[in-house]
């Protein structure tokens, strides 16, 4: 037992090391482009995300993400409504736009 729980701290660490946490923001504004599945929503604050694509520009594929209309459709009711999000950034940038970050998860406040 004591080996499989450090074998899932060792596995899980990475992971927790990695993620960077954004803190209750604004969201200044948002869109989707009509050229491909790319959504973004902008923050307020300073740049997230890794060293190679810091920005306060967050991006996820409405299509191709694992609930990409969901967080589309959340974050829109959010930005309307004048509420404040956080997200966790993805310690990789956006595949689609390699100079953006995106997230795992967010919540709305």
């Known amino acids: ?10 596995l899980l660490l990475p992971i927790a090391v990695s993620a960077e946490y954004t803190g209750v923001r604004n ?14 929503v902008t923050i307020s604050g300073s740049s997230v ?4 694509c810091r920005s306060t520009s967050i991006r996820w594929n409405e299509q ?3 609930n990409g209309k969901s967080v589309l459709a959340l974050l829109t009711g959010a930005f309307l409504a004048g509420k404040q999000a956080s997200f966790s950034i993805s310690g990789s940038c956006y595949r689609y736009q390699n100079n953006y970050p995106t997230f795992t998860y967010f919540s709305i406040h």
């Open 27 to 40: 969201i200044l504004n948002m869109g989707c482009h009509n050229v491909d599945n790319t959504c973004y």
């Open 64 to 66: 191709h993400d694992a």
């Open 1 to 10: 037992m004591k080996k499989a729980t450090i074998i899932m701290i060792a």
């Open 49 to 52: 995300g890794p060293s190679g």
